[in-house]
């Protein structure tokens, strides 16, 4: 299943990767059913929800407004209920309830947790004896214009957090003149508030349930640039599982904490990656993320541990690198060529047929897409846009080209980065698709045809079948 479910003028509509936005209902008479969370617009949360497989959802449901555009954050308990905690319009943090109740959500009232200067990236949590919590990073721009990364809780279900909204609670992390990001997990008798601070640092601090006290902050790994890119999780058996993007490594990381000792950095992959998600099955570490292709192009990659290596691969098979690119020259003597390797890598100009020195010029020249499992996107870097030319769009059904439009519209090459939708997602795609050889290879294939002949060529960059997946969201039950 791969299916579209809003186009938002949001900033980042599915929150921030320490955050929490997709969960699944894990017993009852609705178990299994997914309800997923998001920005709808640059000041609204919605909820939809869906029943397996997961192919129809629900109108979009409005549950909170006078949002500011920055990252929410979502939990359900295990009966069904949601609990937002999210910044207001004038950077309060706010809480909503979503109470669950014969297969519907009710919209409680918003509640201000904390109303004392501005305040960013909440991260709700509820613990094992129902009291919730709320992790955020407050400006201080009354005081000292630095952020802190906070805590405060609320033992009535959310009506009341502290003392009060003024109330800021406990402070986690010293002052910094950066934004801040931070997560939280229980482990036994423990909360843990992981969080990144100054772009680079990632530390932890402890809380004693039983003796209602946080411990000292603790250093986890120091180097740039980390940001946001960072998630956790608990295992089975009680273990904290970390992972972590380091902008300047280029590298994706694993380590784990058994309560008294981490690990050291394991790498997962060498690559720019972002918004990294964890989880255990079983005891087995799989990791979620995105895997920079070139061009702000990232890939969704799945890896999971094996005795002491990770093994990565694609995550979905209706995107990646093409399998075969070729450039079809009507007039040349060589009229097919392989550009494959040069579709995929971000060598600027490197995509051309040597005899007419462009991706096509002519009418009847042609761009052909092919890839061994069907696909529903292409993204196409030029390092020159082509002028006064018109291109068909054509797939195969196993007996002729059949010409559509792309659902992202018309697209003549004109334009030196384009994210062409060719359907709007994976569950749109033609059944009709099918098979066929183009120059001896079999595949899926894709063409962009010349109808029009270009005043001013097309040269190519990079030709990729993936998206900008920005923020990604792994589905967690509910607890």
Not at 127 to 137: A, E, I, P
Not at 279 to 293: A, D, Q, R, S, T
Not at 372 to 400: D, K, M, P
């Amino acid at each position: 299943m791969h299916k579209l479910l809003a186009t938002t003028t949001a900033t980042r509509p599915t929150g921030s990767p320490p955050q929490r936005k997709l969960f699944k209902i894990s017993n009852g008479y609705f178990k299994g059913r997914l309800a997923a969370l998001y920005q709808n617009s640059s000041s609204g949360i919605v909820l939809q929800y869906a029943n397996y497989p997961y192919s129809t959802w629900s109108d979009a449901q409005l549950v909170a407004s006078n949002c500011h555009d920055s990252p929410f954050s979502a939990i359900m308990d295990s009966n069904g209920n949601i609990y937002i905690a999210f910044s207001g319009t004038d950077l309060k943090i706010r809480f909503v309830k979503l109470t669950f109740s014969s297969g519907f959500w009710g919209v409680g009232s918003p509640v201000n947790a904390v109303s004392v200067d501005n305040n960013y990236n909440p991260f709700i949590f509820k613990d094992d004896s129902g009291k919730l919590w709320c992790f955020f990073v407050n400006h201080r721009i009354s005081v000292d214009s630095n952020y802190y990364v906070r805590a405060i809780s609320s033992v009535n279900d959310g009506q009341n957090w502290g003392t009060g909204d003024t109330d800021l609670g406990a402070q986690l992390s010293a002052a910094t003149s950066q934004i801040c990001y931070v997560t939280a997990c229980q482990v036994g008798s423990l909360l843990y508030a992981i969080y990144a601070t100054g772009r680079s640092n990632l530390n932890y601090r402890a809380y004693d349930l039983a003796a209602a006290a946080w411990d000292s902050e603790n250093s986890i790994h120091s180097g740039d640039y980390i940001d946001d890119d960072f998630a956790v999780t608990v295992s089975a058996d009680k273990r904290l599982g970390l992972t972590f993007a380091v902008s300047t490594d280029a590298k994706l990381y694993f380590k784990e904490f058994n309560g008294s000792y981490w690990s050291g950095n394991q790498e997962i992959e060498a690559a720019l990656s972002r918004s990294p998600q964890i989880k255990y099955l079983g005891n087995l570490p799989h990791i979620i993320y995105g895997k920079h292709l070139g061009s702000g192009y990232y890939l969704i990659r799945h890896a999971y541990k094996s005795a002491d290596n990770f093994i990565s691969f694609d995550f979905s098979p209706f995107q990646g690198l093409f399998d075969m690119v070729f450039l079809y020259n009507e007039l040349g003597g060589t009229k097919f060529q392989d550009k494959t390797g040069a579709a995929a890598n971000e060598s600027s100009g490197d995509i051309f047929h040597s005899e007419s020195s462009a991706l096509v010029a002519a009418i009847g020249d042609c761009i052909y897409l092919g890839k061994q499992s069907r696909f529903f996107c292409a993204a196409i870097v030029l390092s020159t846009a082509g002028a006064n030319g018109t291109v068909a769009w054509e797939y195969h059904n196993g007996a002729q080209w059949i010409s559509f439009t792309p659902h992202s519209g018309a697209y003549n090459l004109d334009s030196n980065d384009k994210l062409v939708y060719l359907w709007q997602d994976a569950d749109s795609i033609p059944a009709g698709w099918q098979m066929n050889s183009v120059n001896g290879y079999s595949a899926y294939w894709v063409r962009a045809r010349v109808v029009t002949g270009f005043s001013s060529t097309p040269v190519g960059t990079q030709i990729i079948a993936a998206a900008k997946s920005d923020d990604i969201s792994l589905e967690l039950e509910g607890a």
